[in-house]
Each structure stands twice: as structure tokens, then as C-alpha cells.
């Protein structure tokens, strides 16, 4: 009874704090601005690291990860071509019953020298099934289709795709023959020579200077491999799925010589970057609102000075400290939330469009290639960052206005009076 | 049972290591329905006293009993409800709560007393048209009068019907007219409620209202009277029997 009272007392102290707010306007604003730059600074820079690890992990999965991969046991810790396997027709059975799965693609991946007559370099050779492939990697999106280059036309041809970035450094153009030597099944030293057919560029610059595409039967042929895989990359309907296909396949398929991993199983370090991007983000923010904390606990010692009289009229009438207190905390509030506000007014819209239109950064290429971005970022935020804008304001406000409501709640009201 | 029981009271004040002593062995009864003036000269101990009796100040010897309760013993979250509970304030200037309109400010009393909402308004209402603010009660303090704003404060003063009002200088900043006005109804709710009031003053006009006057100089109460109100019988009509409304 008494407690509820208490609190329905409340919404006259919300009420007066919000008027009070308004007394002084310049002031105010100034606090409210300079919280809604906070915000407007965090969201969009959250917005804009969001899109670049989405974007990173997209462009990771678009090249050759996949969303799950399944393998000989003992491949993902070394990726030699002793681990291999026959895809067995229950797999592709079981891949094809479930409506988590969107695509799914065998491949060989086998370790060479491709050379031109200027240089060689260490690669990776990959051979896809040029359309199964379409439906799990971004490949034939990555390839150029114009001036003579195209995609592969089939999988037992002796063509090849190559990156425009290796293909400049090898000084090799469409329709030129390139040079590989690799190790084959039976330990023999094999080479080869197979034509360009076209070239491709990701965003992913570790992806294009290390691997090159060839028709899966032809190098099952050359290496001796026979009919067997190195892997089968699986795309599911979405990203949300991957867990739960993954659940299905390893029931589906019990062999104990595979071994079905999801993305996140075989890019770890791509999960810590993103937690530690999450971390960071956060404690620079806590840095930056310590400032803030300043400028409204500042303006709040400044209203009370200009208060003192009507507080002590108030503590006279018999205001309980704790209301003051309260008086002073929620005004404190009010400035974080409208300035909160206000920084998602503007911010949400803008980060919005950028999402659709992105952000141009081809004069920053090489690094955003390095890091698996891309030329455009597409700035994304979530509810959660939303979320965690307003507890952080929250928590600001709060901690700002404690040492100037512990003040005004111990404001004497016979000196208060006094002071007009 | 008197509703003010002073006894010995001393009041000494500490400035700068020099003891002023404000109020020396003050011995004084209020009873209920009482219309006091403490009149006296500048520095005489008016606001000190008051301030005493409604538990804002505390003695520095003696014993104060305000509505049977002994100030000595109560914390000062239970003085803070006293004066809630028991006590109307009226100070000599800005009184109200600037963002709050007249309405608002009366209003607040009956909120930290826990009023319901419909009561409160009918309440606040009321009391505004009866000390003559129908018409602005939605009127920030800055938009009335310095005599309408004391008005307010009156009515925020009565309105949940305290056993005491406490006025310093209430009149102090009204010009002669304005205040004789204010005195008037504070005569008459005094009347009509049964409600006790002790206010301070050193303006003779505001003194011939008082029905006791007490005079006080250099802290001692130099004389106590009963009296006949200047306005008695002239513009009050006196109900044969008075109650009190609880
Ligand atoms: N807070 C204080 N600190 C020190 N001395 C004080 C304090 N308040 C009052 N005094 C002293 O106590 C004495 C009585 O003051 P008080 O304010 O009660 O007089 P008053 O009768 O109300 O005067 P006025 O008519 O000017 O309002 C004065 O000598 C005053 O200087
Ligand atoms: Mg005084």
C-alpha cells in the first residue's frame, strides 16, 4: 500500500523533471545534441562493422567454404590429397530429401605450380561440376563474361579459370595455355598443360591468388583420384539453417570416415574476429560516453544551483529526499533519451539507404580485398545494437546524474529557502 | 489538547565561532482553531520560531510538541511526513513549483499524500475557486500576480485540510490591498475549516487581523493578547458551532 502509493508519486517526479528539462532550451539541447552525435557515431559505426563482417563471412562462404562441408576424416586438419573419398549415392539421396538444403557440389582440391613462361606460383587446384557448382558458391558470378572470357563449359574439358589478379602476374590472357604440376594419388609427379577460359575476380584477394578452377572429372582423371572427392560443399536455404542441416547430415550420413562441418567449424578464427569486433566496438563506446557523463552531470549541477530555492520549498512541503533524488535521475534520463532519439532519427534512416545503396570504397581496394570485403560495404544494424544504444545511454544518464541527485536530495530546505 | 506545546525553548545560532541567540526560554500554547500573528521587529526570531514549529530547524534546548508529537524524537523522514501530513506551509515569495500550474501545485500535496486522481482534481479545484483562481488554474506561477501566487500557496496550504498553517511574512511582498485580500480569506478558512494558523508579521495593518498577538523582541515574548480580528463580524460570519471536517 505504502509502496504503491510511492510509486504512483512517480509520474508527478517524471512530469516536473521533463518540464524542468525544458527550462533551460539552449542548454538542453546542447546535452541533447551532443548525445545524439554519441549516438549517431555508434550506430553508424556498429551499422558499418556489421556490414563488413557480414560481408567478409558472405564473401568466405561464396568462394569455397560453403555453409557445411562434408569430408574425408582428418581433411580439415590437413588438406592433403590422401583425403579423399567416393561420394556414395545415399549422400546425394540425403542431401536431395532435406528442405534445409538449397545446393550442394562435389569437388577435388589438390595442391600444385601453375606456371606461364615468366614465372610459377604455388596454387590450389579446384575442379568443380560447372553447374552443380552455381548452386553453392558465387564462382560463375565471379567470372568475367565479356571480351572472350566465359565460365567453364564442362567438366571433362581441358579448361581452366583463372584470376584476373594471377593472370597479371603470370602475364597470361584468355585462350593461352598454363603450366601445372602436381603430386598425384600415387605420390607421382604429374604435369599437365590446360587452356584459360576465363577469368574471375572475388572480393576475397586470398582466394584469387591462390586458387584455380578446373573441370572436377578432368582433374579426377589427371590425379589419379578416379571417381572419389575431395569434398561436397553444401549451401542451405539460409544462414539460420546451417546448425540444423548439419544435425540432419550427420544423422543421415552415419559413416564414421566422414566428417560434416559447418562454416563456423572451419573458420574459427572468423568467429573470434567477429566476437572480438563485438567486444571491442562496446568498450570503445563505454570510452567515448565517459565524456558525455561529464556534460550532463555538468548541466545538471547547473540546474540544481538555479533550483535551489524551489527544492527547498519543496523538501519544506514534505518531499521525501528519495523523490528528489529521483527528480534529478529521471531529468538526467529524459536528456539521454531524447538525445537517443534524435541519434536514431537520423541514424537509422541514413544507415537504412547506405544498406541498400552501400558505400563506395573502391579507392581503399587492396585492403578491402585483403579483408574479405569487397569494393562496397552494405552498413546493417540489428535490434540488438538498438538495444544496446539505449542500455548504454541508460547506464550513462544514470551514472551521470547519481552524484548530482545525492546533492539535491540532501539539500538542507531551511538554507534553500533562504537562497532566493 | 493544545496543538503547540513550547516549553523552555532555546535557539542559539553559530556564526563564525559568535553564538546569536535567537530565541531565549520561549514558553508557548496554541490551541486548535487559533488565528495567531508573531509580531515583532526585524532579527526579533519570528521565522526562527516558525521555523522550529514546523520541525524545519531544530531547538537547541527545551521541548517542542507539535499535534502531540515530541520534534525531538522524529527522524527526519517522519518530519518530513509531519509537515506533509499535518502542516500547511506559506513562505513570503515564490512558494510554488515553477513548472507546475496552479492546478498542479495544489494538487501535489494530495499526490504525496496518495489522493486518488479524481478526488484530488475535485479537491484542488474547489479550493483554487475558493480562495478566487477558477479562472486561472491553469496558469503557471510566473503567469499570475504576486498576490494570486500567494493565493496558490494558500490553497496548497489547506487543501488536504491540515490540523496547522505555518506563514511567514505571507503577506510581506503583496502591496496593502492585495494583502488585507490574502488575510481576509486566510480569516475566513480559519473560520469555515477550523483550521489553526500562525502567521509572522511586523506590518500593523496585518496584526489587527490576528485574534491573539504575540510579540516578540530579541527572542523573548514580550507580550501575548487575545483580541477582537479587525474583520470580525464585519465580513466573516462566524458559524455558531465549528467543526472540524475529520
Ligand atoms: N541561519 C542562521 N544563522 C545564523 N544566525 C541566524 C540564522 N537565522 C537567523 N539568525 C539570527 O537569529 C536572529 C533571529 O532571526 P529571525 O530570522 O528569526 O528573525 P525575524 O524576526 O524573522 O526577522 P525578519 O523580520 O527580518 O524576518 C537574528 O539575529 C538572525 O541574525
Ligand atoms: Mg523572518
Known amino acids: 500500500m505504502k509502496i504503491a502509493r510511492y510509486g ?25 545534441s ?33 555453409h557445411i562441408a562434408i569430408h574425408e576424416r582428418g581433411y580439415q586438419k590437413n588438406m592433403k590429397l590422401k583425403y579423399n573419398f567416393f561420394p556414395e549415392e545415399r549422400y546425394y539421396r540425403a542431401l536431395e530429401r532435406s528442405n534445409l538444403i538449397k545446393g550442394f557440389t562435389p569437388r577435388v582440391k589438390i595442391k600444385g605450380m601453375i606456371s ?80 584459360i577460359a576465363g577469368l574471375f575476380e572475388s572480393p576475397v584477394e586470398a582466394f584469387d591468388s591462390s586458387v584455380v578452377i578446373a573441370g572436377i572429372k578432368r582433374l579426377q582423371k589427371l590425379s589419379g583420384l578416379g571417381d572419389n572427392v575431395s569434398e561436397i560443399s ?46 571491442m566496438i562496446y568498450i570503445f563506446f563505454m570510452i567515448m560516453f565517459i565524456t558525455v557523463v561529464f556534460s550532463i552531470a555538468n548541466t545538471l549541477i547547473m540546474s540544481i544551483m538555479e533550483r535551489f530555492h524551489e527544492l527547498g520549498v519543496m523538501k519544506c512541503i514534505g518531499t521525501r529526499p528519495s523523490h528528489i533524488f529521483f527528480m534529478v535521475v529521471f531529468e538526467a534520463v529524459n536528456l539521454g533519451m531524447v538525445g537517443l532519439v534524435a541519434g536514431l532519427v537520423i541514424t537509422v534512416p541514413l544507415v ?33 545494437d538498438i538495444i544496446a544504444a539505449t542500455v548504454t545511454v541508460l547506464i550513462t544518464t544514470v551514472v551521470a546524474s547519481l552524484y548530482p541527485a545525492g546533492k539535491a536530495s540532501r539539500i538542507k530546505p531551511l538554507e534553500a529557502l533562504h537562497f532566493i | 489538547m493544545a496543538i503547540i506545546n513550547i516549553q523552555d525553548l532555546v535557539k542559539d545560532y553559530d556564526t563564525n565561532g559568535i553564538a546569536v541567540r535567537a530565541l531565549r526560554n520561549v514558553v508557548l500554547t496554541v490551541e486548535k482553531g487559533e488565528f495567531t500573528a508573531i509580531a515583532g521587529p526585524s532579527g526579533s526570531g519570528k521565522t526562527t520560531l516558525l521555523n522550529i514549529i514546523g520541525g524545519l530547524d531544530s531547538p537547541t534546548s527545551g521541548t517542542v510538541h507539535v499535534v502531540g508529537k515530541d520534534l525531538a524524537v522524529l527522524s527526519p523522514k517522519g518530519l518530513s511526513d509531519m509537515r506533509l501530513e499535518k502542516i500547511g506551509f506559506i513562505f513570503q515569495a515564490y512558494n510554488l513549483i515553477p513548472v ?37 488554474i491553469n496558469r503557471r506561477p510566473k503567469e499570475l500576480s504576486g498576490g494570486q501566487q500567494q493565493r496558490v500557496a494558500v490553497a496548497r496550504a489547506i487543501v488536504s485540510e491540515p490540523e496547522l498553517v505555518l506563514a511567514d511574512e505571507p503577506t510581506a511582498n503583496l502591496d496593502q490591498k492585495t494583502g488585507a485580500g490574502l488575510l481576509d480569506l486566510m480569516h ?26 504575540i510579540s516578540l523582541t530579541d527572542g523573548i515574548i514580550v507580550s501575548d493578547e487575545k483580541k477582537k480580528s479587525r474583520r470580525e463580524g464585519a465580513v466573516i460570519t462566524k458559524p455558531k458551532k465549528m467543526k472540524s471536517k475529520r
Open chain 1, 8 to 32: 504512483k508519486n512517480m509520474t508527478i517526479f517524471m512530469m516536473i523533471s521533463w518540464r524542468n528539462m525544458w527550462r533551460q532550451k539552449r542548454r538542453s539541447l546542447v546535452v541533447i
Open chain 1, 34 to 66: 551532443s548525445m545524439a552525435v554519441g549516438i549517431f557515431a555508434m550506430i553508424f559505426s556498429i551499422g558499418f562493422m556489421n556490414g563488413m563482417t557480414v560481408q567478409m563471412v558472405e564473401n568466405t562462404i561464396n568462394t569455397t567454404l560453403g
Open chain 1, 116 to 195: 606461364s613462361s615468366e614465372t610459377s606460383r604455388g596454387i590450389m587446384l579446384m575442379g568443380i561440376d560447372p553447374e552443380r557448382e552455381k548452386t553453392v558458391s558465387s564462382i560463375y558470378h565471379y567470372t568475367i563474361k565479356e571480351r572472350g572470357s566465359r565460365y567453364l563449359s564442362d567438366a571433362s574439358s581441358d579448361e581452366i579459370l583463372i584470376s584476373k589478379y594471377l593472370a597479371e602476374k603470370l602475364e597470361l590472357e584468355v585462350g593461352d595455355r598454363a603450366v601445372f604440376r602436381i603430386v598425384d594419388e600415387n605420390k607421382e609427379m604429374t604435369g599437365f598443360a590446360m587452356r
Open chain 1, 234 to 279: 553444401v549451401r542451405t536455404k539460409n544462414k539460420n539453417a546451417v546448425d540444423a542441416a548439419k544435425e540432419y547430415l550427420i544423422r543421415a550420413i552415419p559413416d564414421s570416415h566422414r566428417e560434416i562441418l559447418s562454416w563456423k567449424d572451419m573458420e574459427p578464427s572468423l568467429i573470434g574476429y567477429i566476437e572480438l569486433q563485438d567486444k
Open chain 1, 352 to 384: 537504412l539507404v547506405l544498406g541498400v545503396t552501400g558505400i563506395d570504397f573502391s579507392f581503399a581496394i587492396d585492403a578491402m580485398r585483403k579483408w574479405r570485403i569487397g569494393t562496397m560495404v552494405y552498413p546493417l544494424i540489428f535490434m540488438k
Open chain 2, 100 to 136: 507546475l500550474t496552479a492546478l498542479e501545485n495544489v494538487e501535489y500535496i494530495l499526490l504525496l499524500q496518495g489522493t486518488g486522481k479524481e478526488e484530488r482534481r475535485g479537491r484542488a479545484m474547489r479550493i483554487l475557486e475558493e480562495v478566487g483562481l477558477g479562472k486561472e
Open chain 2, 188 to 213: 475566513e478558512l480559519n473560520h469555515r475549516k477550523n483550521i489553526t494558523f500562525i502567521f509572522s508579521t511586523h506590518d500593523r495593518m496585518v496584526m489587527d487581523y490576528a485574534e491573539r498577538l
